[in-house]
């Protein structure tokens, strides 16, 4: 029988002799948190292979546009106004508008900017959106806890992408979609927190509580997808969630202990109930397969689960297939994609729902070529082409698709024309997964394109120096100090 201890004190002195402090080391040193936490307070920037912090870097480049892009959309606005009058005037920066707001406030929109057209990074085996995450507590850390230079600033920003992705795949990733949780809010405060830990330097026994603070605050509910904007603000709401579980921990306020080892009330327990989360994921690889180079880096302005049903259309297309051919489209796609990313639309629909709904990304992808941002302006959601060919369009579920890895994004398509003829296609991911992953020449080439809409293509320049060259910066505000500048909202008509 598992022995139940009822103070933190009694299980050190029992279990792990010696460990007096959480400032010491981890309750249990030997068990999944305590060896993360370990590992965490361990990683030089020097055990990184340079072709991850490479990628890392790469990724950072894709997760800096995608905030500038994000920082003046309507919905940004709104959500700068709301919680500036909330929280008041600070000393972190805020991307694109050249002001400056309290830490976790920065933590907040910054986050909400790099999700604010679904354009962002995504994780295929466990759905979150790393950049949303670690950027913006990153940045929130080093203007607040002191300065880093560039090359540690890029560690702690590894720190959250190999975290962050390993806590989802023992809650089995996509699994959490079908259950209707945001996942990736849910385990993203973890990756924050490793971040924002790493860049102030915690021991083990620190990042043991960081782990907990940031458990214990994990939430995110998916329905928020079909109207609401605050689907583009769960991964800030997480971001300044470890932001905070980190700086709590260094301060001494203590954490859940071993949390994902707890049986009740632990975050694998709890969140996993019934669906056999396995722990042994969380510690899988650490040091030795690095989870960076399986982050997705998209394609598309539209959510990961409408990519590869965009690459059957598309496909199809390049065959010959026009929208007057059509008489239906059917779509196979994983029971994740399924719940995720299928309803029947109906008229009126928000930005957010057109990106969210395979079938409008379907429709869109038929009749002009590509899934961007003038797909999804008032003006287009709103064209009767589109919502002819939405009505024969059906998606359903394909049990086969159901892995953890790999299969879970996979898709195929069947066009039946008005003469009975069928088009098949499918695609084994979708372009900019891990199996068929955008190249680093290829992400430069989107946020430079990204770029050409919101600024003077030599000051794009130097941020990008600044981003690839993160390894030699001597401060890594630099960086940050760079994207403050106040941009103009992007002309793409929302």
Known sequence: MRAVYRTELEYNMTVAPGVISATDGPTDPSGVTGVLASWLANLR????????????????????????????????????????????????????????????????????????????????????????????????????????????FLTGIIAGLEVGPRVGLALHGAQMLSRGWHSGAVFGTHASAATAGWLRGLTAGQFEDALGLAATQSSGLMAAQYEAMSKRMHHGFAARSGFYAAGLAQSGYTGIKRV????????????????????????????????????????????????????????????????????????????????????????????????????????VALLDGNVLAAQFTQDRINSDDVWVLLDRIKVHHDPDYDTQRGNALRARMVVTTHEGREIETSVEGPRGASNRPLTNGEIVAKARQLATDIMDPDEWETIEAHVLGIDDLEDATLLTKSLARPLPAPPIGL
């Open 45 to 152: 920037a020097e055990d990184v292979p340079s072709e991850t912090r490479d990628r890392a870097a790469h990724l950072l480049l894709d997760g800096v546009v995608c905030a500038l892009v994000g920082a003046q959309l309507p919905w940004s606005r709104r959500a700068v106004g709301a919680v500036t009058a909330l929280e008041g005037i600070g000393n972190s920066p805020l991307l694109g508008w050249g002001e400056t707001v309290p830490a976790p406030a920065a933590c907040l929109l910054n986050s909400t900017f790099i999700q604010g057209f679904e354009l962002d990074d995504y994780h295929p085996g466990a759905p979150l959106h790393s950049l949303s995450l670690v950027l913006p507590s990153a940045i929130a850390t080093v203007n607040l806890a002191g300065p880093r230079c560039g090359r540690d």
């Open 260 to 363: 994902f080892e707890r049986d009740y009330g632990g975050f694998l327990s709890t969140f996993g109930e019934n669906h056999e989360p396995d722990s042994s994921k969380v510690t899988a690889g650490l040091g030795e397969v690095w989870e960076t180079h399986s982050i997705a880096v998209k394609a598309y302005a539209a959510m990961a689960a409408t990519h590869a049903p965009i690459d059957c259309v598309l496909l199809a297309r390049q065959r010959g297939v026009s929208s007057g051919d059509v008489a239906s489209i059917d779509v196979w796609v994983s029971h994740a994609a399924y719940h995720h990313g299928w309803w029947e639309v109906r008229r009126p629909i928000e930005t957010i729902g057109a990106q969210m709904n395979i079938g409008y990304a379907v429709a």
